[in-house]
């Protein structure tokens, strides 16, 4: 028990030891923080000239954090080189640096940068490094919207074997080959990391490691039409509430990934045509598990360019006939092991699912019996008129229809749009609100949507999904 000793001043001040010692202690504990260094007006940053500390010049070492404000000019800043090899904990930019910093790459010198990684979270102006980095421990870049850390230097230019995570809504961009991690690269907050390769200017996180997308976009972007990786294909991938997007240019590009995780959370994989060819393959050589209340979207990044989306899984035959692209919808609580969905197999002739013989529908006939229900091609509304259960559902009529649980639970197998649906769009919904849509007990529903070469099929749930409240 701590004994409080009060001691009454003149003036009717009141003060405890107990807040004395408290006051001293902080003191203390502030004296033994170290200061940043402070950057000079110089366009240099390897001697004691180019920093210093309390007014002292001081040369940079990894004790410390090389701090960029107002201080050095435009001048300075857009010609700034390293003027040899440099350690520092971190770099932190200020919100009034007098112009945008560009360090370059002169004497091929090397920045290695300690935990505290780059700081431009209340950066006023953007960054591009052109020297080598060096990751010398497990870090985070942190970028403000609006403002953008960009590296163009050559290869490869930032590598160490320390977990990187961007994070920030801001933009990180990362040129051809420039990227050689070992432990593997985090994406959070609202931000984009662009990652640029393609054909041997593959960037590389590590064979086995894993790319970790929890929130914004990490955009691999392919715009040079090579037939190639923009991420090293031995890569693992995990998704918890961000989005990976696949940009391409020309040629039949595909970037193969090994395994996917689905962890918790609404995610997305996109394809966006930034060239002249209209297809991509996103190909995953390992499995697909999906942890409960995991759910990703499949689609096109842009509906006015029209493009295909491949996604498989080798060795098995799921989606490689058609153009497909599929959504997983989680429903087992405990989580399932998507690695082999051959009964999902497409059969080319007539985007049927292998080995499936179909009951066309009726106005209400989904759930009568354990069918592969086919809507009928005079079928456009089908409102349940209780919960249902069916083996699996396709709609592969050229017309718009409707599926309404009317708030009714509808069970399946799976779901399959065939490409016959051109522009007339399906939708399931749920007018009451109360019904929820979901895949077999203990199982995921597998949606497969078989898009034609020029026109994806517009598909829209607007009911709720069973263990998710929202849908794609």
């Known amino acids: 028990m701590q004994t409080m000793i009060t001691q009454t001043f003149k003036g009717g001040f009141v003060f405890t030891r107990a807040v004395l010692l408290l006051a001293i202690t ?44 107002n201080t050095p000019t435009s001048g300075n800043l857009s010609g700034m080189q390293l003027g040899g090899s440099i350690n520092l904990l971190g770099l932190l930019l200020d919100n009034n640096m007098a112009g945008a910093l560009t360090i370059g790459n002169t004497g091929g010198y090397t920045l290695t940068l300690g935990a505290s990684g780059i700081d431009m979270s209340a950066a006023n102006n953007n960054a ?152 991509a393959y996103l190909s995953l050589s390992g499995t697909v598990t999906r942890n409960a209340g995991g759910l990703i979207c499949i689609r096109e990044y842009d509906s006015s360019r029209e493009q295909t989306f491949f996604l498989g899984v080798t060795p098995n035959t799921l989606l490689t006939s058609g153009g497909a692209a599929y959504l997983i919808l989680g429903n087992n609580p405990g989580g399932a092991q998507l690695g082999n969905f051959s009964d999902w197999g497409l059969v080319a002739s007539d985007y049927s699912l292998k080995a499936v013989t179909y009951t066309s529908t009726t106005a209400n006939s989904l759930g009568t019996s354990a069918q592969n229900a086919n809507v009928a091609a005079t079928v456009t509304t089908t409102t349940l008129g209780g919960a249902a259960t069916d083996a699996s559902f396709r709609d592969n009529a050229n017309q718009a229809t409707t599926i309404n649980l009317a708030g009714y639970t509808w069970q399946t ?60």
């Open 413 to 472: 197998g799976g779901i399959l749009i065939g490409p016959a649906k051109a522009t007339a769009g399906s939708v399931i919904e749920d007018t009451v609100g109360t019904g929820s849509l979901t895949g077999p007990t203990s199982s995921d529903l597998p949606i497969i949507v078989a898009a034609n070469a020029t026109t994806p099929e517009p598909f829209t749930i607007s009911a709720k999904i069973a263990d998710n409240t929202r849908a794609c």
């Open 26 to 69: 902080l003191i203390c504990a502030t004296g033994a923080q170290a200061a940043n260094l402070l950057k000079t007006a110089t366009a240099t940053m390897n001697a004691a000239t180019d920093w210093t500390l309390s007014g002292t010049g001081t040369a940079p070492s990894s004790s410390y954090v090389g701090e960029i404000n």
């Open 128 to 279: 591009t490094l052109n020297c080598t980095l060096s990751l010398g421990a497990a870090q985070t870049w942190n970028v403000i919207s609006g403002k953008t850390l960009k590296f163009a230097g050559t290869a490869p230019q930032i590598s160490g074997s320390s977990l990187l995570t961007v994070a920030g809504t801001g933009g990180t961009t990362i040129g051809y080959n420039d990227l050689s991690l070992s432990a593997g690269l985090t994406k959070t907050g609202a931000g984009t990391l662009t990652i640029t390769g393609g054909a041997a200017n593959a960037a590389t996180i590590g064979s086995g490691s894993t790319l970790t997308v929890n929130g914004g976009i990490v955009n691999l972007s392919n715009p040079s039409g090579a037939n190639g990786n923009v991420l090293n294909s031995t890569a693992n991938a995990s998704f918890g509430g961000g989005a990976l997007l696949y940009s391409f240019a020309q040629g039949s590009v595909n970037q193969t990934l090994a395994n996917l995780t689905i962890n918790p959370g609404e995610s997305a994989l996109f394809a966006n045509r930034i060239g002249s060819i209209s297809s």
